[in-house]
Each structure stands twice: as structure tokens, then as C-alpha cells.
Nanobody, 119 residues
Framework: QVQLVESGGGLVQAGGSLRLSCAAS????????MGWFRQAPGKEREFVVA????????NYADSVQGRFTISRDNAKNMVYLQMNSLKPEDTAAYYC????????????WGQGTQVTVSS
């Protein structure tokens, strides 16, 4: 089992920045990749970005490419999401997720942190 706890959400004006953090604990040695997803009210959850735990390879959604940056600190079992040039449409609950090496899915999820971007 892997436990994930997000932090860093809040209210920011359009054009501003926020940094989300995700702390992983438990069987972190079994993680293949970490990802961030988001869900806005009335919409389905959508993929934002993912990073492989060992190699650090990244994959971004087109909507955040060039504005968001994912990073990880393996020694601290932390994943970060730096969000710049925020737009009102980035408003959503942001979730950290972990994909085990034994799975093709993100099986572990945090409780989410709210990001609200005002215009």
C-alpha cells in the first residue's frame, strides 16, 4: 500500500503561481510513476502530468505544457507540481496518484487539494 497526502492548494489570481506537494509513504519502493490529475466541478477527472519514479521521464497534458512543471525528490518521497501562469480554467481539485510497478493504472490516490484561480 502507498499513502499519498497533497498540500499547497489555495486561492490565486490569474497569472499567479502555486506549488503543490505530494508526500508518499508506505511501499514507495514499488512505485513506477507518480502523477497529478484534476477534477473541476461538473467535469470528469483529467490527467495533468506524470513522472517516472526512477528515470524522471515526464508526460504533460497539452493544456498545461509550458506552464506546469513536475519534479520529484526520491530521497524524501516527495513529488511537486509547480504551476505558473495560472488561468481560471485551471481551477479544480488536484489529486496526486501513484502507479505501482505491478500495474498499468494509477492505483493509489491522495485526498486532493483545491486550487482556485480568480479572474
Amino acid at each position: 500500500q502507498v499513502q499519498l497526502v497533497e498540500s499547497g492548494g489555495g486561492l490565486v489570481q490569474a497569472g499567479g503561481s502555486l506549488r503543490l506537494s505530494c508526500a508518499a509513504s508506505g511501499r514507495t519502493f514499488g512505485i513506477y510513476a507518480m502523477g497529478w490529475f484534476r477534477q473541476a466541478p461538473g467535469k470528469e477527472r483529467e490527467f495533468v502530468v506524470a513522472i517516472t519514479w526512477d528515470a524522471g521521464s515526464t508526460n504533460y497534458a497539452d493544456s498545461v505544457q509550458g506552464r506546469f512543471t513536475i519534479s520529484r525528490d526520491n530521497a524524501k518521497n516527495m513529488v511537486y507540481l509547480q504551476m505558473n501562469s495560472l488561468k481560471p480554467e485551471d481551477t479544480a481539485a488536484y489529486y496526486c496518484a501513484a502507479q505501482p510497478v505491478t500495474s498499468t493504472e494509477f492505483d493509489y490516490w491522495g485526498q486532493g487539494t483545491q486550487v482556485t484561480v480568480s479572474s
